[in-house]
């Protein structure tokens, strides 16, 4: 029986070779390149073209697709999927919305793609599915991409490796300040407002003929930003200087309005133009919301009659109420005044990332058109050079025509015989096979001659254009002047849409008069519930609170007052009496309104009345003297006055007046029950600290201060809310930081001196 042989085992497979690495170096290196693919082809713009790559490969694909301005529309569907299975992979909703961006012509200064269909709308409302839209290229658009096919640019593989796409386009026009851009990257950010083309076309001039103009001379021509909802810029001079010298500022710009006058003393303002990505549906809720909650008093409806152009009607309250003055308040508390931030955050010509002014940008952007240009130029040389070769063959051919017809007819190799018979190039031989019958007329010899001096004619001056600097800088000039003529300040698309104008002086503006000034009773429970009753209540006992809770603080004003409050946290906080819950229920919790802590508790509740001074002590027995205007906070945030150690909190706060006199003295009182006076003028003035110390305590810390003239007496308030006095207080005179002795007989077991100081 014959053996069977076993069936030889295959090798085993070779392990796939693992490399030990530290995470966080593994980790770093994998962040940094994703970091750097974000910043480079999703976050930035590229200098010379203002584009980011999206956008750059929507406007070459839809060239490629022949969707020029002339000819017809096509589904954007069929654009999103032309741009992503060629060039861009990622999704499809990104493409689209990248496009729709590009149609919009409340969100770019120039439009790129024209167009039909539902595309969005100022309001916010979004842009129709692509399967219903249709788009095309803009004539701007061509302008970018205007000379791609004559090697003006480099190109680059495709992700999948099947094609080809320009790094970057020739841009006819600076479109980087012309469109502006927006985005965030890893780490870096951009955002730059769109400008006025023929502005920035005649900085590119002054550029060229001045090389070493300032910032303060281009902005001469360019006035600033220019948006395409139109406002009015208020930034001062001085700052925007700065802003576009360093590429990083911002820019206030604010609705433009007019006054209607309705007669019998009635009017009003009509807003025809809002600040630049406000969308208007949310503008008008909000302040909408503002006159339902009182917060904007001198405004009492809003409405929306906008068609095609926006038209915002604002009706005041009072036909009393300057337009002007009642405009400062909506600007202050809405969108309709907005910051444009300034960050020229860009890709350079060497792809890296980095911050640049004005100057920088239009001299990159001038760069690259001067190698736009000699690219160019080089390769019109190469094709005249080319051309040349094969009119110089049809030349040798008309001289020779019976030879060139015998060689033709009776040679077996036509072709070789004619490059040695005549000493031609393999392309002067080919073409010359080629050439048709009807070209031997005699009147087509005499065109090519035509043809073959003016090619000479264009390769001499082509050739002096590239040996000379100034005749290339001289064409580049000629270039911009003619795209300027398209994006002329006469026309619709090139007209300045927004007004530059000074920043206005609000300190002119006296806002007390949006207020209906009333009385009112603002009323802050122990646990932080506060609102307004109207009048001023006498009776504070009759006031009622929820259950559990109990009178706080209790301070008649006026609604155009305004009320300070003072923390446990050593804060301050400042609200508008105007702005206060009205009087049904019990009101609102205070720290929907301020910050405060939810361990936290207010000291001190009173009216702003500027100039005075403010006693500020912590319960360690700490404490200064502070300007009540630097106790201000503009924000709910609240404002930082009194540093507090650790363990102690805030315990006093006093006005004492507008300045300590020589009989003033303060009296302090520690939860030891002891009593110390001293003169009020060892406390220093300070804006913001710890303070000094008052009174030293072995247990306890301070309960109450206050300040007193030295000929009234000290007072405070009993149990029984009557005001009692001591006039013999001597004894109980020091120094600062000394214990003190107990206090006199009657004073409160709470020890404190009450709400009358």
């Not at 604010?254 to 809002?274: K, N």
Request: net charge neutral; charged share 30%.
């Amino acid at each position: 029986m014959a053996r069977t042989r076993k069936p030889k085992t295959p090798p085993p497979d070779k392990p796939e070779e693992i490399v030990l690495e530290p995470f966080d170096e593994a980790l770093s290196q994998r962040y940094l390149a994703y970091a750097l693919s974000t910043i480079t082809s999703r976050a930035l713009p590229d200098v010379r073209d203002g584009l980011k790559p999206v956008h750059r490969r929507i406007l070459y694909a839809m060239r490629q697709m022949k969707l020029n301005p002339a000819g017809g529309f096509k589904k954007s569907a069929k654009v999103v999927g032309e741009v992503m299975g060629n060039f861009h992979p990622h999704g499809d909703a990104a493409i689209y919305d990248a496009m729709v961006r590009l149609v919009q012509d409340f969100s770019v200064r120039v439009p790129l793609v024209d167009g039909q269909g539902n595309f969005g709308n100022i309001d916010g409302d979004n842009a129709a599915a692509m399967r219903y839209t249709e788009s095309r290229l803009t004539a701007a658009a061509q302008l970018l991409l205007d000379g791609i096919d004559d090697d003006t640019v480099d190109f680059r593989e495709t992700y999948d490796g099947e094609g080809r796409e320009p790094v970057v386009l020739p841009a006819a026009f600076p479109n980087l300040l012309a469109n502006g851009a927006s985005g965030i990257a890893v780490g870096m950010a951009t955002s730059i407002p769109p400008h006025n083309v023929a502005e920035l076309i005649d900085a590119s001039l002054h550029l060229i003929k001045t090389p070493k103009a300032r910032t303060e001379t281009l902005l001469k021509y360019v006035k600033g930003p220019d948006f395409p909802t139109g406002g009015v810029c208020i930034e001062d001079a001085a700052s925007m200087e700065e802003a576009y010298a360093t590429g990083r500022g911002g820019f206030r710009v604010r609705a433009r309005w007019h006054m209607e006058d309705l007669g019998r003393g009635r009017y009003q303002v009509v807003v025809t133009e809002i600040p630049y990505q406000v969308q208007k549906s949310r503008l008008i809720e909000k302040i909408a919301e503002l006159i339902q909650s009182k917060k904007m008093p001198a405004v009492a409806d809003i409405r929306d009659e906008s068609a095609e152009d926006i038209r915002l009607i604002l009706e005041p309250r009072s036909g009393n109420i300057d337009a002007a003055v009642m405009m400062e308040s909506v600007f202050k508390q809405t969108d309709l005044e907005s910051r444009f931030s300034l960050n020229l955050n860009v890709l350079g010509a060497d792809g890296a990332p980095r911050v640049m002014g004005l100057r920088e940008v239009l001299q990159a952007y001038l760069d690259h058109r001067k190698e736009v240009l000699v690219r160019r130029t080089k390769f019109r040389l190469d094709k005249i050079a080319r051309r040349l070769e094969i009119l110089d063959g049809f030349l040798i051919a008309y001289l020779n025509l019976d030879e060139v017809i015998r060689i033709i007819r009776y040679e077996d190799e036509p072709k070789a015989e004619l490059m040695k018979t005549f000493k031609l190039s393999d392309n002067q031989a080919e073409a010359i096979l080629n050439m048709r019958l009807r070209s031997l007329r005699k009147l087509e010899e005499m065109e090519i001659k035509t043809e073959h001096k003016n090619l000479k004619a264009e390769q001499k001056a082509l050739k002096a254009l590239l040996k000379s600097d100034d005749a290339q800088w001289k064409k580049i000039a000629d270039e911009l002047r003619e795209v300027r003529k398209i994006f002329d300040p006469k026309s619709d698309l090139g007209r300045r849409r927004t007004e530059i104008a000074d920043a206005p002086d609000v300190d002119d503006v006296d806002l007390d008069v949006l207020v209906e000034k009333e009385p009112v009773t603002v009323v802050l429970s122990e646990k932080g519930w506060v609102r307004a009753l109207k009048g001023h209540i006498e009776d504070a006992s009759s006031v009622k609170y929820k259950d559990g809770d109990r009178e706080g603080f209790v301070v008649p004003a006026m609604t155009n007052d305004r009320l300070m409050l003072f923390a446990t946290n050593g804060k301050f906080y400042a609200l508008d009496v105007a702005s206060l819950p009205g009087g049904r229920g019990h009101g609102e919790p205070i720290r929907l309104m301020a910050d405060i802590g939810n361990d936290d508790a207010v000291v001190a509740a009173f009216l702003y009345e500027g100039e005075r001074k403010l006693l500020l002590a912590s319960s360690s027995g700490h404490g200064f003297i502070a300007p009540e205007d630097d106790c201000v906070s503009n924000t709910r945030k609240g404002k930082q006055v009194l540093n507090i150690a650790a363990g102690a909190e805030a315990a006093v706060c006093r006005p004492v007046g507008a300045a300590l006199g020589k009989r003033d003295m303060l009296a302090v009182v520690g939860d030891n029950k002891k009593f110390l006076v001293f003169p009020a003028a060892e406390l220093p003035e300070m804006t913001r600290g710890k303070g000094v110390v008052l009174q030293k305590y072995q247990k306890g810390g301070l309960s109450d201060a206050k300040v007193f003239n030295a000929g009234d007496g000290l007072t405070w308030t009993d149990r029984s809310g009557r005001t009692q006095t001591i006039e013999d207080w001597k004894p109980y005179l020091g120094k600062r930081a000394q214990a003190g002795r107990i206090a006199p007989k009657g004073f409160p077991t709470s020890k404190k001196f009450g709400r009358d100081g």
